[in-house]
């Protein structure tokens, strides 16, 4: 990804700091305004790690935890994720959801690693893009940058997790033009594969004629749902006999377009599918997101 010019000696300096994420592509878009793409590289912010699982997305872990991070979108406002609080406790773990920043890309067993290991909770931190070298966990970003974001969770009357998001500070509303968009390695198996712990009857949404998808709602800077309330939708798969088109689930990044929301201070992504039990979607709530792109007026 290419750096921002003229934030250029105030990203390094912040990411020396270890507190803020670089942003790119930032420059003029036609006579209405400019635009920024927020990207993740060099941020100085903690990783996903030490382990494709995320050890240190949890409490339990003894060493440095991520906890949130910030993007310098422009002077005096920022992009701010990170995980989610329990709906239960006042604990932050990435159960609960939230938005993480990582660099794997393992997408087959490594090691002693066998059966499910690659597409399990142990490696949900991997990105499922086969432009990139299999466990060489750089390159493996949208544009073949390094770092990406990972999202979990999603709510509804059976969800333990609340939604992943990203919000803006000072208040700011900007449209988010489009965003990157890839399948981790976790949800990727399950589709394609299914296994005993995210269905009960072990099958795959292919062999079952399920479908998968995301939602992003927007919020402006009073907290009102912008777009009437409505989510930008996009399929994730859609094998359905009667889906026109039928959609496959994709094996590298993919442009989604979220301008239809339009000006909004906070975005919140949701997920649905076919396959559901008791305790609500066996399909794993996932995906991995970059290259967030702005438009700043």
């Known amino acids: 990804m290419k750096k921002v010019i003229d934030l250029k000696v105030a990203l390094v300096a912040l990411a020396a700091a270890g507190m803020f994420a670089s942003c790119s592509d930032d420059g003029p878009d036609g006579p209405d305004g400019y635009y920024r793409v927020i990207g993740f590289e060099n941020s100085g912010l903690t990783l996903a790690g030490p382990t494709s699982k995320g050890d240190n997305l949890y409490e339990s872990y003894d060493g440095t935890k991520f906890l949130e991070g910030r993007v310098e979108v422009e002077s005096g406002v920022d992009m701010v994720f990170g995980i989610n609080e329990s709906l239960w406790d006042d604990e932050y773990n990435f159960w609960n959801g939230g938005m993480a920043l990582s660099q794997w890309n393992i997408r087959s067993n490594t090691g002693t690693n066998t059966g499910d290991w690659w597409y399990s909770w142990n490696n949900q931190c991997s990105v499922y893009n086969t432009a990139s070298t299999d466990g060489a966990n750089t390159g493996a970003g949208a544009g073949g940058s390094n770092t990406f974001a990972v999202i979990n969770g999603y709510s509804d009357n059976n969800s333990m997790s609340s939604m992943a998001q990203f919000s803006f500070t000072a208040n700011a509303e900007y449209t988010v033009e489009s965003i990157e968009i890839c399948p ?11 296994n005993q712990v995210e269905s009960l009857d072990a099958n795959s949404l292919i062999n079952a004629k399920g479908w998968f998808k995301i939602m992003a709602y927007g919020y402006d800077a009073n907290g009102d749902p912008t777009n009437g309330g409505l989510p930008v939708e996009k ?20 442009t989604w377009d979220l301008s239809a929301l339009g000006k909004v201070n906070t975005v919140k992504f949701n997920f649905d599918g076919s396959d559901k039990g008791s305790f609500g979607l066996n399909t794993p709530a996932y995906m991995c997101i970059d290259d967030i792109r702005l438009r700043l007026n």
């Open 235 to 254: 399929y994730i798969c859609d094998y359905r006999a009667d889906a026109n088109p039928k959609v496959p689930i994709a094996t590298t990044w993919q």
């Open 184 to 194: 981790p390695s976790y949800l990727y198996g399950v589709i394609t594969a299914g």
